[in-house]
């Protein structure tokens, strides 16, 4: 095992006792007065390699009782114990590690899903890329610990213990070790030894839901961290004895970063919304405290504060929102530095801070690196009240074009000691040469992913093929079963929902369309590129050709459907509206109609049922049932909104406190019956052994049990929004999952009459509610279905992934049988957007709101193998002497039905012109004539002409 042999060079400092460790006011009740110390024999079992050394426990209380111990003592203690660490014990990872949850006595394998490939990076996540040798990165990726080689791309996971999350990851200065703080309910920190990846020491305690930052002290003795919401704790550990050290509120608003100082012992700083902290380990009267000084910002606006580092005499560089360094001292502004002309010095926020070799390195979100001159900052000072200083920095980079930096690590190859690995929120991992001469490289784009949330995605119905598209606008092609990209387009708004097309309409099964925030609907095509293009790539690389695009809305396209028959394709718009397109070689549009609110999801009736009808979802809980449109019965000649079409409507009434009440009434019935019957049994004891009933006895007896009075019902003030609505396999019958208030249940729902309904109160409840388990707060976004197995496939709100399977013989989704839940994404922003199956049932995908996308393999013998050798790409022959098509890039863009109107009105002007032309050239003929017959009249005798007074006016 590696180990790491701290320094004895820092400077003095005391360690408080451990009575005093957590004395402090602000440590909450009910945290715990310390963290765990292995040493207790139910923990021992569960550790693989022996047990705790039972000496442990004096030690520590020698060191922590010793009044002028120093850090550095402890650093020599600490090199003392890790003599005993190279034959230290290791957790059994396997133990600990979080697992699929299933249905009590379900028998449900736990291997039903296993991952296959990720294709995703949370590159928006801070500070999510961390180096750990020449050619191996770690990050965050939901709830998995991902381990990328960067030279082979081969890729491994660790799961978390909690199954809650990431929060933070940092690296221990031997590289020796890292440390996972993850989320969840009071999560843990767990330790992990590298390479091998085992579990050495577990950090309890520490936060109540999730850890924001971590870091390791310059002499790896120390561990840091800040929790996030709703407590914020800045703690420091002595990681080894898995021991809270010290411990204080950090502040009351989010807490982006925590660092100890690299040369200044016993200092810390953190740093966050509208904030910075200066923390001294400082001595008092009752111990060793975490003494905090909060940074005032002066004439200076309040700013949040991303990145910052502590210079060696003491005073701290950090970045402001305006792209500013600020400069501290003594918690206040020293000076503001800027560029000369009023310059920022980066636009934008400056994410990090590098000293290295001397030099001041700069990264900011607007994409640049730059070296500043250490030596003029450290020594800057100006006169003016404005406290600002002017500086140019001596080099500068541009990583791409559009690239936003969020951090960056040094490579840890002897040979390339100027090469960085940059983290890019536009989506992507670069290698940056910092030489910045005229021999350096350009930056080189590593790796290729989604910025932000991968809002959809669709599976190709012929071969492994997946096609996403996110808000970064980007719509990308993965060979999922081959673990390879394909190809990617980017746009300039960002993509909302995506349909592959099935082989009925292309029987490459190369089509696909996508919907976009800008309103517009682009339909592309996957092709393989012609031999001469290929020639400049790659052998099998492959393009996307954009084979149609049209703009039926003049907002966001929320949601798109395509019908069972695969002849006519809707997409719903922010803009309140439903437009209808005819299928085949081209998408002919048909016509739209207007909605009540805002479209969340929509689903056409099933092939089988007698009417080819549209379900529409909205946001305020209202469901519309349209017919589908006829083509040749609407005139589109003046306008393309259809009117008469056939609708049914609904409006959802909330059931979840009746059924929550009943639940009660049934509990509390069964509570009472259970009491009389021990009662009764008691009674009938006492008379078989003769003994009277006392008075008492019988006048409760007589005593009628009131009933309690009923709960009021509770109905949530906003509708509760609906998510997903689907057809029953009855006509006339549909399922809703719904949003806020209302989760927990699937809900089956009729068409109901109002004038017809009997009872008014019921009108809008649903026939069915299905309890989903555990899932009483948790949204289920999205349902996928199979049509061979007898399952639903559930993303959901906290990021996990869920098969629903069905009750033998079930006839509806009202039958559900044992579940099965793994965590995936993140379950604090990773919420799911879209599940769905590939063509042949082998594997299941998952994206979400984390930028993540899972690949799992389903549990069948043999699936990859035949996978790999099915999968293909689309030949290009179909579409060689298609023209190009002109995309349309303009924001201000005429909609379909605006450009319909905007023709129309360019016709009745143009049909108004040429009347006004006509009647302008008959005037003209007129005055024409009228000169004629005047000049005639001035050539009579005077006696014969005619008296004309308003010639003048006339003319």
Avoid at 371 to 394: G, N, R, Y
Wanted: aromatic residues 8%.
């Amino acid at each position: 095992m590696c180990t790491f042999m701290e320094s004895s060079e820092h400077k003095k400092m005391n360690v408080e006792s451990n009575s005093d460790s957590n004395a402090s006011s602000d440590l909450p009740s009910n945290q715990p007065e310390s963290a765990d110390i292995l040493q207790s024999t139910d923990q021992s079992e569960n550790l693989t390699g022996g047990h705790q050394p039972p000496e442990q426990a004096d030690e520590t209380q020698h060191i922590e009782n010793d009044p002028v111990v120093s850090v550095s003592a402890i650093g020599e203690r600490q090199a003392a114990e890790d003599v005993l660490d190279e034959e230290s014990v290791f957790y059994n990872y396997s133990d600990y590690v979080s697992q699929p949850s299933c249905s009590e006595n379900s028998q449900l394998p736990s291997d039903l899903l296993s991952l296959y490939y990720s294709f995703g990076y949370d590159c928006k996540k801070r500070h999510n890329l961390h180096l750990m040798d020449e050619e191996t990165v770690m990050f965050a990726a939901g709830n998995l610990l991902q381990i990328l080689n960067l030279r082979t791309k081969e890729q491994k996971y660790l799961r978390t213990t909690s199954g809650g999350g990431i929060g933070a990851i940092a690296v221990h200065p031997s590289r020796c070790y890292l440390a996972v703080a993850e989320n969840g309910e009071m999560p843990n920190i767990n330790v992990f030894e590298y390479p091998s990846m085992k579990l050495f020491k577990i950090l309890r305690g520490g936060t109540q839901r999730a850890y924001a930052s971590v870091d390791f002290s310059p002499d790896g003795t120390l561990l840091a961290s800040v929790g996030a919401n709703p407590d914020y704790m800045l703690t420091v550990w002595r990681w080894k004895k898995e021991v809270t050290m010290l411990r204080y509120k950090a502040f009351s608003q989010d807490v982006f970063n925590v660092s100890f100082s690299p040369e200044n012992s016993g200092h810390l700083t953190t740093s966050g919304s509208g904030h910075i902290r200066f923390w001294t380990m400082a001595r008092t009267f009752t111990g060793l405290k975490l003494q905090g000084e909060l940074g005032r910002f002066g004439l200076t606006e309040i700013s949040d504060i991303e990145g910052y580092v502590e210079l060696p005499d003491g005073k701290v560089l950090s970045g402001s929102e305006s792209g500013n360094m600020l400069l501290w001292e003594g918690g206040l502004i020293k000076v503001e530095i800027t560029r000369k002309g009023n310059k920022t010095c980066h636009q934008g926020a400056i994410m990090q801070f590098v000293m290295d070799e001397g030099e001041l390195i700069t990264v900011g979100e607007d994409g640049n690196i730059r070296v500043w001159d250490f030596e003029t900052i450290d020594q800057a000072d100006t006169t003016d009240d404005s406290v600002k200083f002017e500086l140019e920095p001596m080099r500068e980079l541009r990583v791409g074009s559009t690239a936003v930096l969020q951090s960056m690590v040094k490579s840890l190859n002897p040979d390339t000691p100027t090469i960085w690995y940059a983290q890019d929120a536009r989506g992507g991992i670069w290698k940056v040469d910092l030489a910045i001469s005229l021999t350096s490289k350009e930056p080189e784009q590593l790796f290729f992913y989604h910025a932000g949330s991968v809002t959809s995605c669709d599976v190709s119905p012929v071969t492994h093929l997946l096609a996403t598209t996110g808000v970064d606008g980007s719509v990308r092609v993965y060979d999922y079963a081959g673990k390879t990209s394909i190809c990617n387009s980017r746009y300039n708004a960002g993509g909302t929902s995506l349909i592959w097309l099935p082989k009925s309409v292309d029987s490459q099964g190369s089509t696909f369309v996508a919907g976009f925030e800008d309103g517009v609907v682009r339909v592309l095509g996957l092709v393989k590129q012609s031999r001469r293009d290929a020639a400049l790539h790659q052998a099998d690389s492959s393009e996307l050709v954009l084979r149609q695009v049209f703009k039926p809305h003049k907002e966001r396209v929320t949601c798109m459907a395509l019908d069972s028959h695969a002849k006519l394709m809707a997409t719903a718009g922010a803009d309140g509206t439903v437009f209808f397109f005819g299928v085949g070689e081209e998408f002919s549009p048909i016509g739209f109609i207007s909605t009540p609110a805002l479209a969340s999801h929509m689903s056409w009736s099933p092939a089988n049922f007698p009417r080819n009808t549209l379900l529409i979802s909205f946001s305020d809980g209202q469901v519309l049932e349209v017919e589908a449109p006829d083509d040749s019965s609407h005139d589109s000649a003046k306008t393309y909104q259809i009117s008469g079409l056939k609708t049914r409507q609904y409006k959802f009434k909330s059931v979840k406190s009746k059924i929550q009440r009943e639940e009660e009434m049934k509990r509390k019935a069964e509570e009472k019956a259970k009491k009389l019957k021990e009662k009764e049994e008691e009674r009938r004891k006492r008379k078989a052994q003769g003994i009277k009933e006392d008075e008492e006895d019988e006048e409760e007896d007589m005593i009628e049990v009131e009933e309690e009075k009923e709960q009021p019902l509770y109905y949530p003030e906003e509708p509760s929004p609906i998510l997903q609505g689907f057809y029953s396999k009855t006509p006339d019958r549909f399922w809703l999952t719904l949003d806020g208030y209302d989760t927990g249940y699937l809900y089956q729902c009729s068409f109901q009459d109002e004038e017809a309904s009997l009872d008014r109160d019921t009108l809008g409840e649903p026939n069915m509610a299905v309890l989903l388990e555990s899932l009483d707060s948790i949204a289920v976004r999205c349902i996928g279905f199979s049509e061979s197995e007898p399952h639903l496939v559930m993303g959901l709100g906290n990021g996990a992934v869920r098969l629903q399977t069905l009750a033998d013989n079930a006839k509806d989704f009202g039958d559900l049988g044992p579940q099965w839940t793994i965590n995936m994404h993140d379950n604090c922003y990773g919420q799911v957007n879209k599940v769905t199956l590939s063509y042949d049932r082998g594997f299941l995908i998952s994206v979400g709101c984390d930028g993540n996308i899972f690949i799992y393999k389903c549990r069948e013998e043999g699936v990859i193998e035949k996978a790999l050798s099915m999968t293909r790409i689309p030949s290009a022959k179909k579409y060689v002497d298609s023209k190009k098509i002109d995309d349309i890039d303009d924001p201000n863009f005429y909609s379909i039905e605006d450009a319909k109107q905007k023709a129309e009105q360019d016709k009745r002007m143009k049909v108004a012109e040429e009347k006004k032309q006509r009647s302008r050239r008959k005037i003209n003929s007129l005055r024409h004539q009228l000169k004629k017959l005047l000049r005639k009249n001035e050539e009579l005798p005077e006696h014969l002409r005619l008296e004309i007074k308003a010639k003048q006016q006339f003319f």
